[in-house]
C-alpha cells in the first residue's frame, strides 16, 4: 500500500552526529522508548498519518545503541505507521533477545494477530490521548484491546498529557495489568512539584502497578539544554518508586516542539542528574526494563 499524502517530513530529522556520552551505561542497559520509521520504500506509512517522519530505519537506531552503550531496547510502534508493524517485527526479529516491541491495536485486530505479534517479542500496546495523534480509543474499545491483550501478560502504555492525566484516573487504576505512563505524563512543568497532575502522578506511583518513563525530558522541559526543570522532576520520581522507573531516549524524537531536536548523547548524560548513584541506574536501566518488558 502506498500512502495518499506527501512523504514530505513534516518532522525535523533527528541529530546526525551525536555526542559521545560521558557516562558509561551499565551492561544490559536497555532504551525504554524509541520508534523505527520506515524506510517508506521498504515499510510504507500509513495513509491516515497525522505526520511523515524522515526515515530512521533499524540499522540507525542499532547504529545509535551501539555507540551510546545500550544492550537493550523497546521500540514502540508509532501512529506513522498505523497498525501495520512490519519495520518492528523486522528489527524483533533481527536483533532476538535484545528487542522487544509496545504495539498500536484495534477492537478489530484478531487475536490470531495478538498471538503472532507476542510471538515476535510484542510486550504491550500503547494507548494514546493526544489529539495530534488522531482519535482516542473510545471506552468500549479500550476495554476491547484490554480484553485481546489480557492473556499475554502485556504491559500497557498510556500516552497522555498531564492536564489530561486526571480525565484518565479511574481507567488507569481500573486496569489489571501492569500499567507504563510514557514521558513523565507530559507534565506541564511550569506547576513544578506541586502541580496537581504530578502530585497524581506520584500517587499512581505509591498504588504499586505503575511505571512511569522518564523520557521525554526535552518535551517537558521549558529551559534549554540541560533541561534541569524537567531533571528535577524525573529526579523526584526516580528518588520515590527506584523500582518503577525506566529511561527512553524518544529517538528519533518526532513532532517535538518548536522543531527543536535533542542529542542523543546529551540526554543519556542527564541519566547521572536523574538517578546519581550505580543502584538507582541499575534499577532504571536494566532490572526494571527486564521485569515490565519480559526481557529474559
Not at 502530585?199 to 502497578?209: H, M, Q
Request: proline residues 10%; aromatic residues 6%.
Amino acid at each position: 500500500m502506498t500512502s495518499d499524502i506527501s512523504l514530505e517530513p513534516t518532522c525535523p530529522p533527528p541529530v546526525e552526529h551525536p555526542s559521545k556520552p560521558k557516562l558509561k551505561l551499565p551492561p544490559l542497559a536497555c532504551d525504554s522508548h524509541c520508534h523505527i520509521f520506515g524506510p517508506h520504500a521498504r515499510f510504507p506509512y500509513a495513509p491516515k498519518r497525522t505526520f511523515t517522519p524522515h526515515d530512521a530505519p533499524k540499522e540507525r537506531l542499532r547504529a545509535l545503541h551501539d555507540f551510546l552503550g545500550f544492550e537493550r531496547t523497546l521500540i514502540v510502534q508509532s501512529s506513522c505507521h498505523g497498525t501495520d508493524h512490519s519495520a518492528v517485527l523486522d528489527a524483533l526479529k533481527a536483533w532476538p533477545g535484545r528487542c522487544r516491541g509496545v504495539a498500536l491495536l484495534s477492537p478489530d485486530t484478531p487475536k490470531a494477530e495478538v498471538v503472532k505479534l507476542h510471538g515476535a517479542g510484542m510486550r504491550g500496546v500503547r494507548l494514546h490521548f493526544l489529539p495530534h495523534l488522531g482519535p482516542s480509543q473510545t471506552p468500549d474499545e479500550i476495554r476491547t484491546i484490554l480484553a485481546l491483550v489480557a492473556p499475554f501478560g502485556w504491559h500497557i502504555a498510556i500516552h497522555v498529557t498531564g492536564k489530561d492525566l486526571l480525565a484518565v484516573l479511574d481507567l488507569i487504576r481500573s486496569i489489571k495489568a501492569p500499567v507504563v505512563i510514557d514521558h513523565i505524563a507530559r507534565v506541564d512543568v511550569s506547576e513544578g512539584a506541586d502541580g496537581e497532575a504530578f502530585k497524581t502522578l506520584r500517587a499512581l506511583l505509591d498504588g504499586g502497578n505503575v511505571w512511569v518513563k522518564l523520557s521525554g525530558i526535552d518535551r517537558v522541559s521549558k529551559q534549554p539544554p540541560p533541561f534541569r526543570d524537567a531533571v528535577a522532576l524525573a529526579r523526584i520520581l526516580a528518588e520515590q518508586a527506584p523500582e518503577r522507573v525506566v529511561w527512553g531516549t524518544d529517538f528519533p524524537h518526532p513532532n517535538t516542539h518548536g522543531g527543536y531536536v535533542p542529542d542523543d548523547g546529551v540526554l543519556v548524560d542527564m541519566i547521572e542528574e536523574i538517578a546519581p548513584t550505580a543502584r538507582a541506574r541499575q534499577l532504571m536501566l536494566v532490572d526494571n526494563p527486564a521485569k515490565v518488558f519480559d526481557f529474559t
